[in-house]
């Protein structure tokens, strides 16, 4: 599934930023668009797995509507950090000062990069090899 694929491509990089200096703002700022692109990749492919699954929210479900659902299938999904990421990718556009940035950065890789990375083993635990298959109706 391409989705899948880009989803752990992106999460690679993610995943490189603790070694990054931390104090840098540029740094900081290229952490939280990362960890936008992140979380959109993710609740997309939550959401095209939904389809898979036939939820009917996969047709036309908001992010918090994909995540709730999502959750009932994907219990090893923490529902609650994942909308505390919507939440937090809402607001990426009104991170101005540094101590804010901070912050945010600190959460990304304390909280969401374990959470993002329980997704992807989760999903292939439950799916497998075939999760790589599925992609010929999701490009």
């Known amino acids: 599934m391409k ?15 603790p070694k990054q200096d931390l104090d840098n703002t540029f740094v900081q700022s290229g952490i939280i668009n990362k960890f936008f692109l992140q979380f959109e990749l993710g609740w997309k492919l939550l959401r095209a797995l939904l389809a ?14 994909v995540i709730k659902a999502a959750y009932k299938y994907y219990d090893f999904m923490n529902e609650t950090l994942w909308l505390d990421m919507l939440h937090d990718r809402n607001n990426t556009t009104h991170v101005y000062d540094q101590a804010s940035a901070l912050a945010l950065v600190g959460r990304v890789f304390s909280e969401y990069l374990p959470e993002f990375q329980r997704l992807k083993q989760g999903l292939l635990d439950r799916y497998g090899d075939a999760l790589l298959q599925l992609d010929k109706r999701d490009a």
């Open 3 to 17: 989705k899948f694929e880009n989803y752990c491509s992106a999460l690679d990089v993610l995943a490189e930023g």
């Open 52 to 65: 898979v699954e036939g939820d009917p929210v996969s047709v036309s479900g908001s992010p918090r509507d």
